[in-house]
């Protein structure tokens, strides 16, 4: 049986509503029949990013602070709450159509965490887990990968932000995802002595991505 084929987009650093277009003009391209999934994999400038369920309440700044800040608000249409993007963490984006998989969002939300379970263990053997009622991946109740999917017609958009070496007080500045009891970490914060090659970390995301959902990844235009 031929593995379904995943191109893996290594977009750097690049302007949120730049890569949300690119996401948009996928998820056209896959509903017309687009036989590749995608998943692209970036860095964004700074950014609060809110879902549909959100608040602007959960941000814990004035509006002056994150204008000298230079830091930008945008709702967005995925699920889950307040989340910040920024250099050091790597976000990724997989355009999946999930009639050749499961059409479950569980499935896929489990899938995602997976992931990050996954590659925490093998590479930094750090133990990492899930918690019953939240999303996402956790070290010692603190989230080191957040996840947060739109889905239409069965394709999906938006996915995940895995915190490599951001800067974390960004994370002070509001309630994440809504949760205001547990905290937030890093590679860094984890093992502090080490140094985080970010285009080899993608390298590691795109291989454990590839392995969970058994597909073939390959480079864009093959």
């Given at each position: 049986?031929?593995?379904?084929?995943?191109?893996?987009?290594?977009?750097g650093?690049?302007?949120y509503?730049?890569?949300?277009?690119?996401?948009?003009?996928y998820?056209?391209?896959?509903q017309?029949?687009?036989?590749?999934?995608?998943?692209?994999?970036?860095?964004?400038?700074s950014?609060?990013?809110?879902?549909?369920?959100?608040?602007?309440?959960n941000?814990?700044?004035s509006?002056n602070?994150?204008?000298?800040n230079?830091i930008?608000?945008?709702?967005?249409?995925?699920?889950?709450?307040?989340v910040y993007?920024?250099?050091?963490?790597?976000?990724?984006?997989?355009i999946?159509?999930?009639?050749?998989?499961?059409k479950?969002?569980?499935?896929l939300?489990?899938?995602f965490?997976k992931v990050?379970?996954?590659?925490?263990?093998?590479?930094?053997?750090?133990?990492a887990?899930?918690?019953?009622g939240?999303?996402g991946?956790?070290?010692?109740?603190?989230?080191?990968?957040?996840?947060?999917?739109?889905?239409?017609?069965?394709?999906?958009?938006?996915g995940?932000?895995?915190?490599?070496?951001?800067?974390?007080?960004?994370?002070?500045?509001?309630?994440?995802?809504?949760v205001?009891d547990?905290?937030?970490?890093s590679?860094?914060?984890?093992?502090?002595?080490?140094?985080?090659?970010?285009?080899k970390i993608?390298?590691k995301?795109?291989?454990y991505?590839?392995?969970?959902?058994?597909?073939q990844?390959?480079?864009s235009?093959?």
């Amino acid at each position: 049986m031929t593995k379904h084929k995943l191109e893996v987009l290594d977009l750097g650093y690049k302007e949120y509503d730049e890569i949300l277009n690119l996401q948009y003009d996928y998820l056209k391209k896959k509903q017309k029949g687009y036989r590749n999934d995608i998943l692209m994999l970036v860095e964004h400038p700074s950014i609060y990013t809110i879902g549909r369920n959100g608040s602007e309440k959960n941000i814990l700044v004035s509006q002056n602070f994150l204008e000298k800040n230079s830091i930008a608000i945008k709702k967005i249409s995925r699920g889950g709450d307040i989340v910040y993007h920024g250099p050091g963490q790597i976000v990724g984006y997989p355009i999946l159509d999930l009639n050749n998989y499961q059409k479950d969002l569980h499935w896929l939300l489990e899938k995602f965490e997976k992931v990050f379970l996954e590659l925490l263990k093998q590479e930094f053997q750090i133990k990492a887990e899930r918690i019953s009622g939240l999303t996402g991946v956790w070290v010692d109740d603190k989230k080191i990968t957040f996840i947060g999917i739109g889905v239409k017609r069965w394709i999906t958009y938006h996915g995940f932000a895995f915190n490599v070496r951001p800067n974390i007080k960004y994370f002070d500045y509001i309630v994440p995802c809504g949760v205001n009891d547990k905290g937030v970490t890093s590679l860094e914060r984890l093992l502090p002595k080490s140094y985080f090659n970010l285009s080899k970390i993608k390298t590691k995301i795109s291989k454990y991505f590839a392995e969970e959902f058994k597909v073939q990844q390959i480079k864009s235009g093959d």
